[in-house]
């Protein structure tokens, strides 16, 4: 019980971050829809040193990954994870669900793309970047 209210305190800010984390997903969302990323593509293109560009594409790859299903974006978060641990195969399966919930998800496309390169699986990454463009043109990562 006494271990109990010391987690309290720990529950109570990881839900507030869960919920603000949606809420800014939500505005990153709509912000995407009213021309954010171009004003991010001019931002990266002005960008005078690799952390300026670095700071700049984090943005445009959060605002290219927002969505407004919680569970989808849980998901995104667990494949980026998931990579970066090179537990390839469980980002894949993540990534995979999130294409379930919504199969116009040009970010998860990319990024499949990105993690089959990585596995040496060529041809499957030049289909999921191939998919990806289809979704958003000028998606940087898939044209890379």
Not at 43 to 64: K, P
Request: net charge negative; glycine share 4%.
């Amino acid at each position: 019980p006494e271990a109990a209210k010391e987690d309290l305190p720990l529950a109570r800010a990881v839900h507030t971050i869960d919920r603000l984390q949606v809420l800014l997903n939500v505005h990153a969302h709509e912000a995407r829809r009213e021309g954010l990323l171009r004003r991010l593509g001019s931002l990266l293109r002005s960008a005078r040193c690799y952390e300026d560009a670095f700071a700049v594409e984090r943005v445009i790859v959060a605002t290219m990954a927002a969505h407004t299903d919680t569970l989808l974006m849980q998901l995104m978060q667990q494949s980026g994870s998931a990579a970066e641990r090179n537990e390839l195969d469980v980002a894949v399966r993540a990534l995979e669900e999130v294409l379930q919930l919504d199969e116009g998800h040009a970010e998860a496309w990319g990024m499949l793309s990105v993690i089959h390169v990585r596995q040496a699986a060529y041809k499957v990454a030049l289909e999921r970047a191939d998919r990806c463009l289809l979704l958003e043109p000028k998606h940087f990562g898939a044209l890379a």
